[in-house]
């Protein structure tokens, strides 16, 4: 097995200078010609490890070996030149750039002091051709889908000629259809003689995808296994450390209460392709909660920007607490008793270097509760943050850190007991539990149906159809902006059943 | 305004034009790098300082543009020193470098020539003009664009070569790469630093030509402060221009007919102080028009 | 005047460069008994006008009495809350004499002045309010550079009058300004008081460059006067003004220049641009400065008033170059000659821009416009 | 305050020490009394009343520029009409005590208010436009500034000109809208006192009040701003106005704490400094006072050194473009290395200090 190793980690230990100790003595092989997947939750130390294998950073102590002999990969070019790519978690493409420029970046094909862009663009097609990813070489790719970028990733890694090929949570970020897809392509790598290190921390992917999997837990190597060898208890076992796996959130029978935010006749033309909608019918009741399925650019963000007051209507009838939000702003929303957890908890979510006070009490921040005449009061912000904390098991060094020292488990923990502490009518909650651990899910799956249990009417739009099938009362899919499927029980849909319908192939709505 | 004066006026706005073309372009090549250049007018200073010195003291105005060139450089390359080694701020280190490079010129000024103000004593050479055969012939066209300073042409010509530079070049494509995702970059093994360095370094290397068009072209000899904000006025050309060579320079060439336009109104019997404001508020105005477009277009393109 | 000047300022400025490896020098010693003097520049040094004319007058005081006196220049920048407690700092430091130049010292000077009755000064530019016996320990010198201004517009429009310019080059002339400020629109007054006197229905384009560092803008306002028929040009716009001697090289054309003899200045390095520069107009701040040192020594400088320098005094006055006996005609040259004794002898009054109005000023601009 | 707290500050006063002397120590030996030009510039300032005054007189104002600067930037706006803003201040007021009939008592007060509104136009115009057009706001102000100059310059020219002063000035300012002088000996007026409430209730209003908290959201992440329902282009427009009032309100008292006439006829600078005060003091208003009075501590020392030594105004001018390149220099301030040092603390401590949430 170790003879036939491609690369074998020998000991590798690595500490950071603040004193954080990210790896302590990994060591595991990866053989050749496999999808081995490495697994276990964030903080875990996978990204510090593939990091490592990369090149972007150095070992404290230990080494690594490539066809066992010993490699000291200083940079990602250096990577590059010993046959190893990486499909980051964020994409690392330049959106003005076109498909080709990007995936020959640093390598470009010349005619004289110029890119040769026919050259350039047969070589792509070439590419596209071998590895079955079809792409369009001349297009921007900031007009590219989110799936077809990771297919322009992956042909990048590949147009170096590499025998490695590492992909960082790359289902992040897909629906399942296009999971599915991804999959299939990855096989197909595997058996053209590639070597596939798979980073997952979701452990259905992880088995349809992997034969060998290694499980990583602060920083140690707690598991390394054929998963044949694994049943899925044992694996999860591994993955969360002792703890059982977490129970599915119970189901309680509870009566649907009024009609709480209700579409008719809905469309908005304008805005980029995925945030278009037309003639949506939906209504969302007190206590329910309605799953929105669809692949990226499906209109589900053009639903969310409608009923978050981020866009206006430009037809149809809105109605939300009685009041009219046709063209409502978000304020209005707010104010009506909306609360929303933003897909990119970045972008939309969180002001990163704030403190978690600040992030914690923003738009709370005008409550009396807060204020100390025309002042606000510090010492209560800083108490209802400590509240926060607690309640919601944020780790944290403290209510004054700034939101960027949490990981981003706890950072959307704190920023879930945000929104949940404005006491809403309504939820939206979009994406609720992408790219975090499997405990902090399930804390805020708890937390969710807790809130519907009391009234609260949520509007789940995820790419996760296990969350979707766990959470949701009722699921509607959304194609092309429209509404092309209604589900109004979940007993006995499976995710086979809603796929059709999320890539446009079926329609009953 | 019969068609010799429309003819006169393109060539007046041509000229006026050049200097800050040339900039602009300096500050777009960094800019696209994403370090932007806000020294870009103590490059030009220290330019067109360069260009008058060494050409009087070799007697060869090739020399003197090549000081010109390797001083803008050189402080394009302190500057991105400063940003990378020393980790200053770039904007703060970019005024730092305006202030220097008018204290130093003044004060090497007085050291070369006794005078603090004007270097009329020094024999500096200047860069010939050149009349296009054939074209120069032509009655309105020729007095438009023939006879104009070498480096008026240079700048012109300058601009669809930075553009196919930015667009068709590996090197070009990278530097741009750089600037909007340097992250993708350093992944494709581009050093992103080393890029920024040489952006700025080229980037002065503009700033530097433009002020030696003020010193041994526009006028022989090198005074005092002599460029005179026109660096601030490339800045916001390149922000006019929308990111492309093409556009900076037609933006550049936008301000320097506000420019041109305000000098021929000079003795219209309007007060010069608001003449004078003309150059500034037809950038203010071109960047509203501009904002107010993109959103239309924007709006149209989503209907 | 502006040449070779080598002073102790420009030796331990030198030395000043050494240590950034650009040249080298040796230092001074000081000298027993010397007469210390200062001046104050409030503003920049280089804007070939009163304040480097100022420095060059101290380089002549140096010249004259070497180790007899002790000069320093203090520039102290265009911010003029540094202006007062400059002055109250040297007010303290034993000086002599401290120079100030521009009218903009009125109101600190005022103030220092009253404050250091025994502390000598001498205002250059510029007058205090002398009624009621106040500031007697202040010299004030003022410039009748509208005097010198009435002959270069003479001149200019002498020029034209005589078809000493080519008849297709336009009849009028062009007075190309730094600021729309008082200072230089006394060169202006004169300026068209003197081309009236020539030609009474003269057109005068004016030009105002805004800055006085923007040799390029210059030279592009004067090409637009030149273009528009103005045969003759007359600059005072500091280093911009310059700009107007390279658009008369440029369009063969003639040009007057301002304060000190700048044909002499440029001929060495620019032989073709010279020819252009049929004379220039002499404001010899210069001159007023060592003249009030040699008083001073003597002990003859009036404090408590303020002087008036002209062409009497040789502080104002018309460059007699060899392009000007060159290029003016013989009737010319005494018109200009006679013009000078008038006024010299009180029988021609020239109007003064300085207690004028914007809109007398305006109105007289308008009615000489092309 | 602990010593841990302390410790950025100290590191970045010795290091601006360290520059400070590197760069004068050669500049001072090229005289002939190195020493003497050494300390007039270190201690000269200290030497006398009148000097420690003259620091107070010009931090006065960059403290304001400065204050205006920090609101702005903390609120996501490189606006740099500051200086356009103090300029038309200083007018506006000169203007506003020449022009209206005021009763004594209300001069100041109603001329330093109507100068805080004329001048604030060139920050609000930048930001009313970056708000609802999403123009650059740096180029708008930067070219806004210098038609604020001309215009500046049309007005005193044909409104304001004392045809009796000989120079391009205004009409004497009248006594009564005069800053009281407070400090005798010094030139201290009554604005100092105002700069310093204002960078106090400054800190207050982005720390400890609503609108400030609006703004520092939307500076550090504008589409969280969004999220949260904040009106994005009102804290926009309220912060560049608060910006261009306080930076024209500091025109305003420079001129009647100052000045006898208004007589500008450039864009005086001292927003520029203020940009640099503000930088230096990374946008906290508590910090601006240090950083002002440093900066204005420099300033007198180097003129000091040019008023008593053959040390040219240029060489002045060299000294502080470097200390403003070095004083950002953040590798050499922010080394953590040294920042231990100064702290005191093993790097155990240090990591108690700079948590990474993978350590728990």
């Known amino acids: ?509 | 305004m019969d068609a010799s004066s429309v003819a006169e006026f393109v060539a007046v706005a041509l000229r006026v034009s050049t200097p800050l073309t040339l900039a602009a372009l300096g500050v777009l090549i960094s800019t696209r790098a994403g370090v932007l250049n806000i020294g870009i007018e103590g490059m030009m200073l220290a330019g067109a300082f360069a260009g008058v010195v060494v050409s009087a003291f070799t007697g060869s105005a090739l020399l003197g543009l090549a000081a010109a060139i390797l001083i803008g450089a050189a402080l394009g390359a302190l500057l991105a020193t400063a940003v990378h080694v020393a980790k200053a701020d770039l904007i703060l280190s970019g005024i730092a470098i305006n202030i220097a490079a008018a204290a130093g010129t003044t004060l090497l000024l007085f050291l070369i020539t006794g005078s603090k103000g004007v270097s009329s004593s020094l024999p500096s050479k200047t860069l010939p003009t050149i009349d296009i055969p054939l074209l120069g012939d032509l009655p309105l066209v020729g007095m438009a664009v023939s006879g104009h300073h070498i480096l008026t042409y240079t700048a012109f010509l300058a601009a669809p070569l930075v553009a196919l530079f930015l667009t068709r070049t590996p090197v070009g494509i990278r530097l741009r790469a750089v600037g909007e995702k340097p992250e993708a970059a350093a992944a494709a093994g581009v050093n992103v630093r080393r890029y920024q360095f040489w952006a700025l370094a080229a980037s002065g290397a503009f700033g530097g030509v433009a002020g030696a068009f003020l010193s041994m072209g526009y006028v022989s000899w090198f005074g005092q402060n002599m460029t005179a904000g026109r660096g601030f006025i490339a800045l916001a050309a390149e922000v006019m221009g929308g990111g492309s060579a093409l556009g900076t320079m037609l933006s550049a060439v936008v301000l320097g007919t506000a420019e041109t336009i305000s000098i021929t109104m000079q003795g219209g019997g309007l007060p010069s102080e608001l003449v004078q404001t003309v150059p500034y508020i037809v950038p203010i105005l071109a960047l509203l028009v501009h904002a107010m477009r993109r959103r239309r277009i924007a709006r149209k393109s989503a209907a | 005047m502006n040449g070779n000047r080598v002073t102790r300022r420009t030796v331990s400025t030198g030395i000043f460069a050494l240590a950034l490896g650009l040249a080298a020098g040796v230092p001074v010693a000081r000298a027993q008994g010397a007469k210390k003097i200062v001046l104050l520049v409030s503003g920049n040094l280089g804007d070939r006008s009163f304040f480097d004319s100022g420095v060059a007058g101290f380089d002549e005081i140096k010249k004259q009495h070497g180790e007899g006196v002790e000069i320093k220049v203090i520039e102290m920048g265009f911010d003029q809350t540094k202006w007062l407690p400059t002055l109250e700092d040297v007010s303290e430091q034993g000086y002599d004499l401290i120079y100030v130049i521009t009218f903009q010292m009125v109101d600190p000077l005022a103030d220092v002045a009253a404050r250091y009755p025994d502390q000598k000064y001498v205002l250059i530019d510029g007058t205090m309010d002398y009624a009621g016996g106040q500031f007697g320990n202040v010299y004030s010198v003022l410039f009748k550079q509208n005097e010198g201004s009435y002959l270069a517009g003479m001149l200019a429009a002498g020029l034209v009058r005589d078809g000493a310019v080519a008849t297709d080059q336009g009849a009028a002339l062009g007075f190309l300004g730094g600021l729309d400020i008082p200072v230089i629109n006394d060169f202006l007054i004169g300026y068209i008081e003197g081309a009236q006197s020539v030609t009474p229905d003269v057109k005068i384009a004016i030009s105002y460059a805004n800055s006085f560092d923007d040799s390029a803008k210059g030279k592009e306002l004067a090409l637009a006067q030149y273009r528009s028929g103005v045969a003759i040009g007359f600059a005072a716009a500091g280093t911009a003004g310059l700009g107007q001697f390279a658009a008369a090289k440029e369009v063969g054309k003639l040009a007057i220049g301002c304060n000190s003899d700048e044909e002499a200045a440029i001929r060495p390095t620019d032989a073709e641009m010279a020819d252009k520069i049929v004379s220039s107009m002499l404001k010899r701040v210069d001159v007023s400065v060592a003249r009030a040192f040699e008083l001073f020594l003597s002990e003859e400088l009036p404090f408590g008033s303020a002087e008036v320098l002209g062409i009497v005094e040789g502080a104002i006055g018309l460059a007699q170059t060899d392009n000007f006996k060159k290029i003016a005609s013989e009737q010319l040259k005494s018109d200009i000659a006679s013009a000078e004794a008038a006024i010299v002898g009180g029988k021609t009054t020239v109007s003064s821009a300085f207690g004028m109005d914007t809109n007398a000023l305006s109105a007289l601009r308008d009615s000489v416009r092309p | 305050m602990s010593r841990k707290a302390l410790a950025p500050a100290i590191v970045t006063i010795v290091i601006l020490a360290i520059v400070v002397i590197t760069v004068m120590l050669p500049l001072a030996l090229t005289t002939q009394d190195p020493v003497g030009v050494l300390e007039t510039f270190l201690f000269g300032p200290f030497r006398n009343l009148r000097y420690l005054g003259n620091i107070v007189e010009m931090a006065t104002p960059t403290m304001l520029c400065g204050l205006a600067v920090a609101l702005m930037f903390r609120s996501g706006m490189f606006n740099l009409g500051v200086e356009g803003a103090f300029y038309l201040g200083g007018l506006g007021t000169v203007a506003a005590a020449l022009l209206l009939p005021m009763p004594w008592w209300a001069a100041a007060p109603v001329a330093l208010a109507a100068g805080a509104v004329i001048g604030s136009t060139v920050c609000v115009l930048p930001g009313v436009m970056r708000a609802h057009f999403d123009t650059s706001e740096l180029v708008t102000s930067l070219m806004l500034n210098f038609v604020a100059l001309f215009v500046g310059l049309f007005v005193l020219n044909y409104f304001l000109r004392d045809p009796a002063a000989g120079a391009m000035a205004s009409y004497k300012i009248p006594l009564e809208a005069q800053l009281p002088r407070i400090v005798p000996g010094t030139r201290i007026h009554l604005g100092t006192v105002l700069a310093l409430l204002a960078c106090i209730g400054g800190a207050i209003y982005l720390f400890r009040t609503a609108g400030g908290f609006e703004a520092r959201l939307v500076g550090s992440n504008p589409s969280f701003a969004a999220h949260l329902g904040l009106p994005l282009r009102r804290v926009m427009v309220r912060s560049a106005a608060l910006g261009g009032l306080i930076a024209a309100f500091a025109g305003g008292i420079e001129m009647l704490g100052l000045y006898t006439r208004f007589s500008w006829q450039a864009l005086p600078g001292t927003g520029w400094v203020g940009v640099t005060v503000a930088i230096l003091a990374r946008d906290n208003p508590l910090l601006l006072i240090p950083s002002a009075l440093f900066l204005a501590y420099l300033q007198v020392g180097g003129d000091l050194v040019g008023r008593n030594f053959d040390v040219p105004i240029e060489g002045v001018g060299l000294i502080n473009a470097l200390v403003l390149l070095i004083a950002t220099a953040a590798a050499i301030i922010r080394n953590p290395m040294l920042l231990r040092l100064v702290s005191g603390e093993r790097s155990a401590g240090l990591t108690k200090s700079l948590p990474k949430a993978e350590a728990h």
């Not at chain 1, 150095?58 to 066992?68: H, M």
């Not at chain 1, 599915?180 to 003689?193: C, N, V």
């Not at chain 1, 060094?397 to 949490?406: K, R, V």
Request: no cysteine; proline share 4%.
């Open chain 1, 1 to 509: 097995m170790t003879s036939n190793a491609l690369v074998a980690f020998e000991a590798i230990s690595k500490a950071y200078g603040n004193g954080t100790r990210a790896l302590t003595e990994v060591s595991f092989s990866v053989a050749r010609g496999v999808i081995h997947a490495i697994s276990g939750e964030n903080g875990a130390g996978k990204s510090t490890l593939m990091k490592i294998l990369f090149g972007l950073e150095q070992p404290s102590s230990g080494r690594l070996l490539l066809d066992g002999g010993v490699a000291e990969i200083r940079s990602p070019a250096a990577a590059v030149e010993q046959g190893i790519g990486m499909v980051h978690q964020h994409f690392t493409l330049v959106p003005s750039l076109t498909v080709a420029e990007n995936i020959f970046l640093g390598q470009e094909q010349r005619s004289g002091i110029f890119v040769d862009r026919e050259k350039t663009s047969r070589r792509v097609a070439a590419l596209s051709k071998r590895f079955n990813l079809a792409v369009d070489p001349d297009a921007r790719v900031s007009t590219l889908s989110v799936a077809a970028q990771q297919k322009v990733e992956i042909l990048k890694a590949l147009s170096r000629d590499i025998r490695l090929l590492i992909l960082d949570e790359p289902t992040a970020v897909l629906s399942p259809p296009e999971t599915e897809e991804l999959f299939t392509r990855l096989r197909h790598l595997r058996d053209a003689g590639l070597t596939i290190l798979f980073i997952s921390h979701k452990l259905r992917e992880v088995r349809a995808l992997a034969s060998h999997v290694t499980v990583l837990r602060a920083g140690r190597v707690v598991g390394d296994a054929q998963l044949a060898d694994l049943d899925n208890d044992a694996l999860s076992r591994l993955v969360m450390g002792g703890a059982t796996s977490v129970a599915r959130p119970v189901r309680a029978s509870r009566s649907v209460g009024a009609p709480l935010v209700a579409l008719k006749n809905v469309s908005q033309s304008r805005g980029r392709p995925g945030e278009r909608v037309s003639n949506l019918d939906l209504t969302i009741y007190a206590g329910e909660v309605v799953g929105v399925a669809g692949v990226d650019g499906g209109g589900q963000q053009g639903l969310v920007a409608l009923l978050s007051g981020r866009k206006a209507a430009e037809s149809g009838t809105i109605v939300f607490g009685g009041r009219d939000m046709k063209s409502g702003s978000t304020r209005d929303w707010r104010s009506a008793g909306l609360a929303h957890l933003p897909a990119d908890r970045h972008k939309d979510g969180s002001a990163m270097s704030m403190s978690l006070v600040d992030n914690a009490v923003a738009g709370a921040h005008r409550k009396p509760a807060y204020r100390m005449g025309a002042l606000l009061d510090r010492r209560k912000m800083v108490e209802a943050t400590r509240d926060m904390i607690s309640e919601y098991g944020v780790r944290s060094p403290g209510p004054e850190a700034p939101l960027s020292a949490l990981s981003g488990g706890n950072a959307q923990k704190l920023i879930a007991a945000r929104e949940f502490a404005s006491a809403p009518s309504f939820l939206i909650a979009d994406e609720p539990t992408r790219g975090i651990d499997i405990a902090a899910a399930a804390f805020l799956h708890e937390r969710m149906r807790n809130m519907a249990g009391t009234g609260v009417g949520i509007l789940l739009v995820t790419s996760d159809l296990d969350e979707l099938l766990t959470l949701s009362d009722r699921i509607v899919v959304m194609f092309g902006g429209r509404i092309v499927a209604r589900f109004d029980t979940i007993d006995g849909l499976t995710p086979d059943r809603l796929g059709p319908f999320m890539l446009g192939l079926e329609e009953t709505a």
